[in-house]
C-alpha cells in the first residue's frame, strides 16, 4: 500500500509539474541548410550600332561683343537649317555649350580686354548612316569651324532588346551548367532563390575621327568612308539553387 501511494504521489506531482511547470524539450530536431547552389552562365548579343553622333562647333572672334556673338547666332542658325534640310529632325540637334571668352593683352599691367571669342557647339544624332558622309563634307560650308569625330552607338530601344536577347541565352546557359553539374555530383536541386546579373561597366562606342578645316582657309572636309561594324553586349547571369 506504501508503494501504491507513494507512485500515486509521484504521478499527482509529475501532473502539476507538467501542467504548470517549465517546459522541457526532452527531444529536438533541427536541420541547417546548406550553402546554395551558384552557377552562373553567360550571354551574348551582337548589333550594328543604328546612331551615329558628331559634334559641331561655330567659333567666332572680335573685338565688339555684340558683333561677334551676331555672327556666331547667325552660323548657327545657318547650320541648323542646313541639317534639317538633309533630314536631321530639329530634336536630333543638342546645343552642348555656349561660351564667351574674353581676350586680354597681357602685355599690358592691366590686362586690358582687346576683344571677345564666342564658340558654340551642337551635337548631332544621326540615325539614316546615308546622310553621314553629307553632313561631314557640307558642314564647314554651313558655318562650322570644329568637326568632331563620328560616335557610332545604339540607340536605347535596340540596346534595350539587345541585352534583354543576351540576358535569355544567360539564363539558359546557367540552367543547363547547373542541371548537368547537379546530376555529375549527385545532387538534387531545388528552386532557384537567386538571381543576379552583371554587365561591362559601359559599352565602347566605335569613334571614327575626323579633322576639319579649324579656322583656316581651307573650308571643305574630304568624308571619309564610314562604316558602323559591330558591337557585342554581354550579360553574365548567377542563378542560385536550393540543394535538397
Do not use: C, H
Amino acid at each position: 500500500m506504501k508503494r501504491i501511494g507513494a507512485i500515486v504521489v509521484f504521478f499527482i506531482f509529475l501532473f502539476i509539474f507538467a501542467k504548470w511547470g517549465p517546459a522541457i524539450n526532452f527531444s529536438s530536431t533541427t536541420q541547417t541548410k546548406g550553402e546554395p547552389f551558384v552557377v552562373q552562365g553567360t550571354g551574348k548579343s551582337i548589333v550594328s550600332p543604328d546612331i551615329a553622333k558628331i559634334d559641331l562647333g561655330i567659333e567666332d572672334s572680335g573685338t565688339n561683343l555684340k558683333t561677334v556673338q551676331d555672327s556666331v547666332d547667325k552660323k548657327s542658325q545657318d547650320l541648323t537649317n542646313q541639317l534639317k534640310k538633309l533630314g536631321i529632325d530639329s530634336q536630333d540637334i543638342k546645343t552642348i555649350s555656349y561660351s564667351v571668352y574674353p581676350q586680354y593683352d597681357y602685355t599690358n599691367p592691366n590686362q586690358k580686354i582687346t576683344g571677345y571669342q564666342v564658340s558654340t557647339s551642337y551635337e548631332v544624332t544621326i540615325r539614316d548612316f546615308t546622310k553621314i558622309n553629307d553632313i561631314l563634307g557640307s558642314a564647314t560650308s554651313f558655318g562650322a569651324n570644329t568637326v568632331g569625330g563620328v560616335n557610332f552607338d545604339l540607340s536605347d530601344d535596340l540596346k534595350n532588346q539587345k541585352m534583354e536577347e543576351a540576358r535569355v541565352q544567360a539564363v539558359t546557359d546557367a540552367k543547363t551548367k547547373a542541371e548537368g553539374l547537379a546530376k555529375a555530383a549527385g545532387i538534387s536541386l531545388g528552386k532557384i532563390i537567386n538571381v543576379s546579373e552583371s554587365t561591362p561597366s559601359n559599352i565602347q562606342p566605335l569613334m571614327l575621327p575626323v579633322t576639319a578645316g579649324g579656322g583656316t582657309s581651307d573650308k571643305t572636309v574630304t568624308p571619309p568612308s564610314v562604316q558602323p561594324g559591330t558591337t557585342e553586349l554581354d550579360v553574365t547571369i548567377s542563378l542560385s539553387y536550393e540543394v535538397r
